[in-house]
């Protein structure tokens, strides 16, 4: 499936979390399958607040490649790539190791994190509809939504009522300015482009569709929506 659903426990909250000076350790698996796979353990240092990580006998002395997500990952919800993060990222491409962020975000959403980290190599977009040179900006692989296909979700998901996001060669459009378009775009920094009448508007293959909204009538949709 191309449309990506976007609900609205996972945009930021209206009001800001408490700041924290860096994300904490998550020590316990939250899912079943997790937790009877895990074999990589954390030891809490509480002095210095570090966290040494146990390896598995036989882990590979030299990772190739590590992938990275961007949000509730690099950065917390206050969107904000933290000196310790950076100087974690520099010693890991010092190394030989290469670093690539795969993200649902826009390209020009995620560009700006990378050049502050100092990556460059490429890196996975929209969920990955893109993979994008973040040195030149060009999009080296570019899966769109069917024009057809995107239709048909943008009926569905304005027909029950949902605000739509729509992302066509690296920009947001929308229907109108709402306060879920506002939030979505302050959030991530972007211009808005309100068009009026979206589903009229669109005639070429979107690179994603968002719908944002009420998590239970999103996950109801969804399933009238399953073959």
């Given at each position: 499936a191309h449309a990506v659903t976007v609900r609205s426990d996972q945009l930021p909250s209206a009001t800001p979390m408490p700041r924290r000076r860096d994300a904490l350790v998550q020590e316990l698996a939250q899912d079943a399958a997790d937790r009877?796979?895990?074999?990589?353990?954390?030891?809490?240092?509480r002095r210095h607040g570090a966290v040494a990580v146990e390896l598995p006998a036989g882990f590979p002395?030299?990772?190739?490649?590590?992938?990275l997500d961007l949000d509730r990952t690099l950065i917390a919800e206050d969107g904000v790539l933290r000196p310790r993060?950076?100087?974690?990222?520099?010693?890991?491409?010092?190394?030989?190791?290469?670093?690539?962020?795969?993200?649902g975000r826009m390209f020009r959403?995620?560009?700006?994190?990378?050049?502050?980290?100092?990556?460059?190599?490429?890196?996975?977009?929209?969920q990955g509809a893109v993979v994008a040179d973040p040195t030149t900006g060009e999009f080296l692989l570019h899966v769109p939504i069917p024009l057809a296909e995107a239709r048909e979700a943008m009926d569905a998901v304005l027909a029950a009522g949902f605000h739509l996001n729509c992302y066509l060669d690296?920009?947001?459009y929308v229907a109108e300015m709402t306060p879920e378009a506002r939030r979505y775009a302050e959030f991530q920094h972007?211009?808005?482009h309100v068009v009026g009448n979206l589903r009229a508007w669109l005639d070429r293959d979107p690179t994603k569709?968002?719908?944002?909204?009420?998590?239970?009538a999103l996950d109801a949709l969804e399933q009238e929506l399953k073959p």
């Open positions: 009877r796979r895990s074999r990589v353990r954390r030891r809490l240092d002395r030299h990772v190739a490649a590590f992938a993060t950076r100087h974690a990222l520099a010693r890991t491409r010092a190394s030989g190791t290469h670093m690539v962020v795969v993200t959403a995620v560009r700006p994190y990378l050049g502050q980290a100092g990556l460059d190599d490429l890196v996975v977009c929209y690296d920009l947001l972007l211009e808005i569709l968002v719908a944002v909204g009420d998590p239970a």
